[in-house]
């Protein structure tokens, strides 16, 4: 059931604590929002869930992001922007961009065109282009072409981190609200941008005022796939010939930043990674779906009855799976965070305006770049860089 949630904007609330205006944030939102629901305990160990999914704009976390980016980029009078997604990113950045009147193009692999949505890429001011590539090498043209055309790219890592860091004003709010604090906060990681920006907000909050927010301790779950923070972080390794059974969590080449970034995050919360085989999640997500559901948490489904995306469904199944190995004790308090799959099915086919081999993509980006710029009418923040 659901115990607790925020009326307005999560994003216009709080963004005091953000260094982009609250007016450019008023233009930029669309209603974000996030809410948490109880669980029964498992093991006795009580459970709630963080959902950043079932009542945002693009049913997904990634709103919150997309705010945020969005209103950065008026503040800056930027008219274009170059990004990249396997899909939730994607679409969440185009609703917000159109809904500002910021122009885009946006890069995706060939497995993420069943996520985009169609009436999205149908907006006059969003242009999809479909790699056939890798994310590594999609990431390497995008920067290349970004540096060639003077085109910016969003959102930036800054922009994740401020978007994110908004995770713990929201639940510092909920503990005063709800009495209570948790002992882990769990997600499923791909570049982990989300706990880092979450742990960055919590810093922040205890700066000034450390009895208002515990520092829960971080358990992050990849699927067995792909675990380069598991590799990186304990030697331990999945199965790289495994099936891929969610998507989204597709990021196998990591930073040094990122990893060093995750050491600390860990140290300091005293947390780990961990990877989830799948033959354990498979046998966890039917009562992981069950138990979301009865919670009143949307779990949409394709038409062939699997859920559209696993990445919230991982973070639960994770949690079960952390409970029954005595990773997480009896009596202490989980957060699990739902961050995607209550968007239904969109109607339509999406077509990706154009489509690129790896030789044709950075061509394919000029023309692309050089068609939407016709359409800002020659406004650019960055005309003076190109």
């Known amino acids: ?40 305990p498992h093991h006795e160990v009580p459970l709630d869930v963080l959902d950043l999914s079932t009542a945002n704009t693009t049913g997904t976390f990634k709103s919150w992001l997309a705010c945020v980016t969005v209103a950065r980029c008026l503040g800056e009078d930027q008219a274009l922007i170059l990004g990249q997604s ?5 679409n969440a950045m185009a609703a917000y961009t159109a809904h500002a009147g910021i122009h885009a193009v946006f890069l995706h692999p060939p497995a993420s065109r069943r996520r985009i949505v169609p009436r999205l890429a149908r907006a006059g001011t969003v242009r999809f282009i ?31 981190d401020e978007a994110n860091k908004m995770r713990a004003y929201f639940l510092r709010d909920a503990a005063r609200e709800l009495g209570r604090q948790w002992d882990w906060h769990v997600q499923a990681i791909s570049s982990a941008f989300g706990p880092f ?11 000034t005022d450390r009895a208002a927010m515990r520092v829960p301790r971080f358990l992050g779950i990849q699927q067995e796939a792909v675990t380069p923070f598991v590799q990186a972080l304990t030697g331990r390794k999945g199965d790289p010939d495994a099936d891929m059974v969610e998507p989204t969590l597709f990021r196998r080449a990591l930073t040094d930043e990122l990893v060093q970034r995750m050491r600390r995050l860990c140290a300091a919360s005293r947390g780990t990674v961990r990877h989830l085989t799948n033959t354990r999640y498979r046998r966890l997500e039917p009562h992981a779906i069950t ?9 949409a489904r394709d038409s062939d009855g699997q859920p559209r995306e696993r990445a919230g469904l991982y973070s639960l199944a994770g949690t079960l799976d952390a409970i029954e190995q005595e990773l997480i004790r009896p009596g202490e308090r989980v957060l699990a965070v739902y961050t995607g799959g209550s968007a239904p099915p969109p109607p339509g086919t999406y077509r990706p305006h154009w489509r690129a081999r790896p030789d044709e993509a950075p061509d394919t980006i000029s023309r692309a770049l050089a068609e939407v710029w016709r359409g800002t009418d020659g406004r650019r923040g960055a005309e003076g860089r190109r």
């Open 1 to 40: 059931m659901e115990i607790y949630a925020q009326g307005t904007s999560v994003i216009e609330r709080y963004a005091a604590h953000l260094d982009t205006a609250p007016e450019l944030i008023r233009r930029a939102s669309l209603q974000e929002s996030g809410r948490i629901v109880q669980l029964p």
């Open 86 to 90: 396997s899909g939730n990113t994607a």
């Open 130 to 160: 479909e790699i056939d590539a890798s994310e590594q090498h999609i990431k390497a043209t995008m920067a290349a072409c970004a540096r060639t055309s003077g085109i910016p790219v969003a959102p930036t890592q800054r922009d994740q």
């Open 197 to 207: 920006g979450f742990y960055k907000g919590v810093q922040e909050i205890r700066r």
């Open 291 to 299: 138990m979301l559901q009865e919670a009143g948490v949307t779990v």
